[in-house]
């Protein structure tokens, strides 16, 4: 068969497995295979894969088809403008999770002093502090997180991408006891638990650690709320990715924690996705 027809097949292959977007994703793992662009392929190429190319492209068709997350089955997604690995045991990073990264890098240039420690809690892949890191690098990044299996994610990403980040484990601010930074930031758990059976089916897949917020999605917020200001310099910035709806309900707890000013920013959807708070004004 070739590399079109099989493309085509496959696209349908995905449609009547309920697959999201199932031309891009046939696509990209044809792309995967072969390593022409999916648009050539799709315009004429007509030549048969080759047999090792063939079964390939099907083992992961099956994967794709039984719904899971099209980044596990090819290894990797792209996160501001780098390539991150990822696995069954981190978070994917998604396109709106960039926002948190791009404040950071911002707040941190906007310094004047050249040697600001950066603490990433929940770091999951690694995508958040490792892209901190790689756009400011005289910051001291350190990434935390509970899960061994994705701090080993972590390491792997920062060493092949150069990042020269402390990775340590333990549950949120356990493994700094003792320790102030100048910048946190977190993505943590904040779907609410009574949500997560009726999450899309590939989000499911993902670690039920990395999403479970807790009976109303705050968990983790209270006590990063309650911790953080124990942990920050003067000034101290602390920047939160948050779940629909609650932007309202964080701001109330880093403000009752001691956050001098709070604001949120809106995703590209325009909704509010990024909780910041000053600690002490400047």
Request: proline residues 6%.
């Amino acid at each position: 068969m070739t590399g079109r027809d099989l493309l085509r097949a496959a696209a349908r292959e995905l449609a009547s497995a309920r697959v999201p977007d199932p031309d891009y994703d046939a696509g990209l793992l044809m792309e995967r295979v072969t390593g022409e662009p999916a648009l050539k392929i799709r315009g004429g190429m007509t030549a048969d894969l080759t047999a090792d190319q063939e079964e390939a492209f099907r083992k992961m068709l099956r994967r794709r088809k039984s719904r899971e997350p099209l980044q596990y089955i090819l290894g990797d997604t792209v996160f501001l403008g780098t390539l991150f690995r990822v696995g069954p045991g981190t978070l994917i990073p998604r396109p709106e999770t960039e926002m948190i990264a791009e404040e950071a890098i911002r707040w941190l240039r906007s310094r004047a002093r050249p040697d600001l420690a950066v603490l990433d809690l929940c770091c999951g892949s690694g995508c958040l502090g490792i892209s901190v890191k790689q756009n400011v690098p005289t910051a001291a990044v350190t990434m935390t997180d509970l899960s061994g299996e994705a701090l080993t994610i972590a390491r792997e990403n920062a060493e092949r991408l150069r990042a020269d980040c402390e990775i340590l484990q333990g549950d949120l601010f356990a493994p700094v006891s003792g320790r102030t930074f100048d910048l946190i930031l977190s993505n943590p758990p904040y779907i609410p638990a009574a949500e997560l059976n009726s999450l899309q089916e590939e989000v499911r897949r993902e670690p039920r650690m990395a999403l479970d917020g807790g009976g109303d999605g705050l968990d983790y917020y209270r006590r990063i709320a309650l911790e953080a200001p124990q942990h920050l310099r003067t000034p101290g910035y602390l920047i939160l990715e948050i779940g629909y709806g609650e932007g309202d309900a964080v701001k109330t707890l880093l403000r009752a924690g001691g956050a001098a000013r709070v604001h949120t920013e809106k995703d590209f959807s325009g909704i509010p996705r990024m909780v910041c708070g000053i600690y002490a004004e400047e």
